[in-house]
């Protein structure tokens, strides 16, 4: 449970980090910037900027997920292990 909880703690705080999300809107703004500036008749370049902001996207919801899990995950652990003690005092 230790491992998990410790997970759970780090990925938080990497998710919560200034940087990271300065990472995230930094890069996804970038990518609008190329968009916008990209002529109309450049069709490859337009979908290689929509497959990295759709990559983005898709990576930062998934990152996002995981993190959610990995408390869900500690919190069902420390309930359980919450119940376990409570039943041990009545163990005869």
Same mark, same amino acid.
């Given at each position: 449970? +230790? &491992?998990?909880?410790? +997970?759970?703690?780090?990925? *938080?705080?990497?998710?919560?980090?200034? @940087?990271?999300?300065?990472? =995230? /809107? %930094? =890069? $996804?703004?970038?990518? #609008?910037? /190329? #968009? /916008?500036?990209?002529?109309?008749?450049? *069709? %490859?370049? $337009? %979908?290689?900027? !929509?497959? !990295? @902001?759709? #990559?983005?996207?898709?990576?930062?919801? #998934?990152? %996002?997920?995981?993190? &959610?899990?990995?408390?869900?995950?500690?919190k069902s652990l420390e309930e359980i292990? @919450? &119940? *376990?003690? =409570?039943? +041990? *005092?009545?163990? =005869?």
């Open positions: 449970m +230790d &491992k998990i909880a410790e +997970d759970a703690r780090y990925a *938080k705080e990497i998710l919560n980090n200034p @940087l990271c999300k300065r990472f =995230f /809107e %930094e =890069f $996804r703004n970038i990518l #609008f910037q /190329e #968009f /916008e500036r990209s002529q109309q008749k450049e *069709k %490859e370049e $337009r %979908e290689r900027i !929509y497959i !990295y @902001l759709y #990559f983005l996207n898709k990576f930062q919801v #998934f990152f %996002e997920a995981f993190v &959610k899990n990995q408390e869900i995950t500690r292990e @919450l &119940k *376990k003690k =409570f039943l +041990d *005092k009545f163990k =005869f």
